[in-house]
């Protein structure tokens, strides 16, 4: 596995939402996200406020040997630096700190991937509160589509999905103010906030002949991650995913439990609008129906992968199983649809998921900021890439505005029939 500087703190491989959440972080940072293991790393992160307090150490020192090249000029930034301190009209109003870290953010989102991103100390604490499923905002995950900020997933019952937001709805706005070429962390930064207060969003959605401003009310948000039901007269159990949190592996235990008590004829898995989390969890959630073989590949080279293969009991392999999908359904989701596909566990019904298939890894620094890089591919077992293409479902049903509206729900009627079907 590819390290970012093997004298720092220890690593925690991510696929990312992001992966990333508006108000929760889950796309927030990249449409979707999935880290390999919960790791002390993550629970150090920003432990404290940020302080943008205090000067800049090291201003005019030499770069390490070898890390610039002969052509470039390191004095530039400084005089960029220094032109700004001694010229901007509004000089009470710079911070050297955010002046620091607005450059190291720069220099990051210039590589052009939106899942390479760097959190300053603030904002890597709001990543450990989102990963624990307590957060202040919206409750919808969002993620750069086409060079378009778009809402991945709002989450259920959250403010988000009350005021009317819906997976795939273009962000024009926040505010009244663009949101051309705005990055992922800077959107977040804009849709948070406390409880109570309201962000406006202009959306844009296939089938509007206009844009228009949506309030929202932000509050706090807890996810509980994975619930479960019996279909009514049908003899169908259902289980819902909505991200693969700390939560995520004790609750989907007691609903496989729950599966094998009532013994029904057939297991709807709903990850639609999971915009992913934990790669373990993903793991192990699609091993109660694969007992033997791949589950993922992290791809870096042509010579370099990691093989990620099933874990759990297979206690699910007999159950026919039928695996709900969107285009809100990104990076961890996909990873367990991808792999039921492949192995022939599971009909796909819905819409082509959002596409999320590279790794990134997570580094924590020392003044608890963090850094986001991506490093690989991930791969589904019979070799598919789907980054930017997403996995097509086996049946594909959409959900009209009017389905919407009249509480319908074509993709679960068209699973309820699959598995009734003798």
Known sequence: ???????????????????????????????????????????????????????????????????????????????????????????????????????????????????TVFMDPKTAQEFESDMAGTFEGIGAEI?????????????????????????????????????????IDEAVNKIRGPKGTVVKLTILREGMEQAKEIPITRSTITVKSVTGEEIKGKDIYKITITNFNDDTKDLFEKEVLNVLAKNPKGIILDLRNNP???????????????DNGLIVTEKFSQDKKNDFSATGHARLKDYKTVILVNEGSASASEIVAGALKDHGKATLVGKTT??????????????????????????????????????????????????YDSGKDPQLDKAIEILTQK
């Open 143 to 183: 993620g750069i589509r086409k060079d378009t900020l778009t809402v991945i997933a709002p989450l259920a019952d959250s403010p988000a999905a009350q005021a009317g937001l819906r997976a795939g709805d273009k962000i024009y706005a926040i505010d009244g103010k663009s949101t051309a070429g705005i990055t």
């Open 354 to 403: 959002f596409g999320k298939g590279s790794v990134q890894t997570l580094e924590s620094l020392d003044d608890g900021s963090s850094l986001k890089v991506t490093v690989a591919k991930w791969m589904t077992p019979n070799g598919y890439n789907i980054n930017e293409v997403g996995i097509k479902p086996d049946v594909e049903v959409d959900m009209t505005q009017a389905d």
């Open 276 to 290: 992913g989390g934990y790669l373990d969890t993903a793991i192990d959630v699609a091993s109660e129906w694969i």
């Open 1 to 115: 596995m590819l390290t970012l500087g093997e004298k720092k703190k220890k690593i925690l491989k991510i696929i990312l939402k992001v992966v990333v959440m508006a108000a929760i972080v889950a796309a927030s940072f990249g449409a979707g996200l999935y880290l390999p293991g919960r790791n002390e790393a993550i629970k150090r992160l920003a432990t404290g406020e940020a302080v943008y307090a205090g000067q800049v150490l090291g201003k005019y020192s030499q770069p390490k040997r070898g890390y610039l090249t002969q052509d470039e000029n390191f004095s530039l930034f400084w005089d960029v630096w220094d032109a700004l301190k001694k010229e901007y009209v509004d000089k009470s109003k710079l911070n050297e700190k955010e002046l620091f870290y607005g450059a190291i953010k720069g220099m990051v989102a210039s590589v052009g991937d939106p899942y």
